[in-house]
């Protein structure tokens, strides 16, 4: 049977590694800590370079981790990682969240960070994170909502980013409104106790908003974003440098302020 593929709508960029390393288990995992226990067997889908993977790794020291990402190329990050912090209970591999390489209750939580959104099938996706997970067990997932992005001051040129993204995303096979979509999505996959919360991320600070703005600036015009955006006749190089200009501006202004807002479900197996 043919599985549905993840295609990253971002690609491994610098600009996009910039903004995953910042990711912690604090700022992105909230809802989830307070489940776990130090023996438990973790499967953390969408690692990255494996911030939040080596953060869970720490909360669960009897216990065990395994980051998966599709990408094998950012995975050498994701061990030296966890080689600097001394961590010897987390591993690493390549997979497709469609279909899983690991036997039925396989693991206690498998969590997937801003994996979802860029996923063929979502619903397929749950039900394979739900088939590894063990009886009483959790999957723990949270996506952004780009419907929900809000920002101040209304710099010209930022609406036209929000819009292409969502096009983009869209053309490339991706859900960039998943945060709304992750309860019915759960629902469909087959569970029944569903926990659902909303959490942000807010860049405000001077230091916030460059490395916020700086990093969406760069992203705009050179990585596989852009790449998708012009091969697919959604915007001219031009057109992507105004609107990296006005990543910019937006982040000169003193009173800018950025949120992102994140949907959440914890799903009991």
């Known amino acids: 049977m043919a599985h549905e593929t993840a295609v990253y709508t971002h ?29 438990h067997r973790v499967l953390d889908i969408g690692c990255g ?10 909360l669960v020291p009897h216990g065990s981790v395994t980051g998966l990402d ?29 279909a899983l390489d690991f036997a039925d209750g396989s693991f206690d939580v498998v969590h997937a960070h801003q994996t979802l959104q860029h996923v063929g099938d979502p619903v397929g996706a749950l039900r394979e994170m739900r088939r590894v997970c063990a009886p009483g067990g959790l999957v723990a997932v949270r996506d952004a909502d ?23 995303a869209r053309a490339n096979g991706g859900a960039p409104d998943a945060g709304r979509r992750l309860h019915a999505w759960a629902r469909r ?3 029944t106790d569903v926990r659902v919360t909303t959490s942000t991320w807010c860049f405000s600070s001077p230091s916030e908003r460059a490395w916020w703005s700086g990093l969406w600036a760069d992203r705009t015009v050179a990585s596989d974003y852009a790449d998708i955006a012009v091969d697919n ?12 200009e006005a990543w910019r501006a937006w ?5 800018g302020w950025f949120t992102v807002v994140h949907g959440e479900v914890l799903c009991r197996r």
């Not at 903004?19 to 130090?38: D, K, V």
């Not at 929900?148 to 993204?165: A, F, H, R, S, T």
């Not at 006749?233 to 990296?244: F, H, K, N, P, Q």
């Open 70 to 98: 599709a990408a094998a190329g950012v995975l050498e990050q994701a061990r030296r990682t966890a080689a600097e912090r001394g961590l010897d209970n987390v591993a690493f591999t390549t997979g497709d969240v469609h």
């Open 233 to 244: 006749g959604l915007a001219t190089r031009d057109e992507l440098r105004r609107i990296s």
């Open 11 to 39: 690609g491994h960029h610098e600009s996009v590694l910039r903004s995953h390393r910042w990711r912690t288990a604090a700022n992105s995992a909230a809802y989830l800590l307070a489940e776990l226990r130090p023996d």
């Open 189 to 191: 996959a087959g569970f």
């Open 49 to 58: 370079p494996g911030t939040i993977t080596a953060d869970l790794a720490g």
């Open 251 to 255: 982040g000169a202004e003193e009173d």
């Open 146 to 168: 780009h419907g929900g992005m809000l920002w101040y001051p209304e710099v010209p040129g930022m609406p036209e980013w929000l819009d292409l993204y969502r096009r983009v």
